[in-house]
Each structure stands twice: as C-alpha cells, then as structure tokens.
C-alpha cells in the first residue's frame, strides 16, 4: 500500500512513517518544516529515518538512505500545484494529514498562519483525494474542539459548536469539511481527536513536557 503521511517531520508523523515502513508501506513524507518549534527537532527526526538533511529543498522528492520505500518532500499544504503534481505521480492509496499549524496559544498572534495551513490545506489534500480515488483519507482533528462543552467525560457523541481558539475553529472546521467531501464525493474520512500526545522525540512546548522541566527547576506548574 501506499501511503502518504503529512507532517512527517512532527511528533506523531514521523512515528507513523516509521511504523507503516517497517511493516512494508510504500510510505511518502510531506512537510513544510516551519519554526513553529525548533527546525533542528525536526530535522532530527528526518534524519533519523535515513535523511540527508542536505538534500532536503523545496519541492524536491528524495529518498531514505536506510529505506527504499520511505521517500521525503519539502512542501506547504497550502500549495496546491506541488500536491497535486505529487498526488498525480505517486498515485497514493491512503492519506493521512497529521500537518497543521498547531497550538492554541500562538493563534492568538498568527492567525492567517492557522487559515493558510489548516484550512486552505485541508482544502487542497480533500481536493486530490476526492481526484485521486483515495480509499481513505485519516486526519488530525483535536481534542480542542470540545471547547466550553461541560460533560464530562468527553464524547465524540457530543456537540462541539462552542470553540475558543482559532485553532480549535479551524479543526472544526476539518471535521465538517471532511464531512461533507464523504457526502458529496464519496471520499471516506476518519477524523482523530487528538489529546496531550507524548513519547519519545516529543514536542518540547507539550504539557508533560513543560510539567517535568518546571517540577526539575523547583518551579511551579502552570495548569491550561
């Protein structure tokens, strides 16, 4: 099977790449590598999986040094004619979109940077999937789109029409834009509402992280 995994370079993705290539996938990497947090993590982590980070530029498809069937591109989301140009020569079978703009907080100050990504973004992979008679298309939501819901605990059989972030809003988002490209086309969707993921080569700026570093300095936790 072949499969494409966005956000390969972040936490979850790079685990996922991983997983799919050792159990024999045919597995392409997509990233665009922003500063979000820091870019050597990243890079890290591509080279872990047998990347020369030196080869790695804009649009340009390499291959793992370890793995023949683990390859690697350097591209937005939001641009269109890369995707769609590696979405017609791949020929993929599966998709699965772990690449967003993340964080709650950094939406309040970079917001076109949440509409770019996770919005125009989805748009383009929902497009080549529904072009490319991808048998089912995984992504990312996030356990924030629970927002002011109350009950507890959370359901995925509950309504969550109260976000409070942007970021939560555009995951949203996803989840109806998914929606109606499964109606309308036919392209199957499953939605993951991810919660505080954590692991080895996991986000510095993530909740267990930011407890054990203060609890190490003596310092108080601040709960969000």
Known sequence: MKILVTGTAGFIGFHLANALVARGDEVVGYDVINDYYDV?????RLKTAGFDVIEIDYGKLITSKTHANLKFIKADLADEKTMKELFTKEKFDVVVNLAAQAGVRYSLINPKAYIDSNITGFMNILECCRHNEIKNLVYASSSSVYGLNENM?????????????????????????????????????TGLRFFTVYGPWGRPDMALFLFVDAALKDKSIDVF
Do not use: Q, R
């Open 40 to 44: 050597n993590l990243k890079l890290a």
């Open 153 to 189: 605990p959370f359901s995925t059989h509950e309504g969550v029409n109260h976000p409070i972030s942007l970021y939560a809003a555009t995951k949203k988002s996803n989840e109806m834009m998914a929606h109606t490209y499964s109606h309308l086309f036919n392209v199957p969707t």
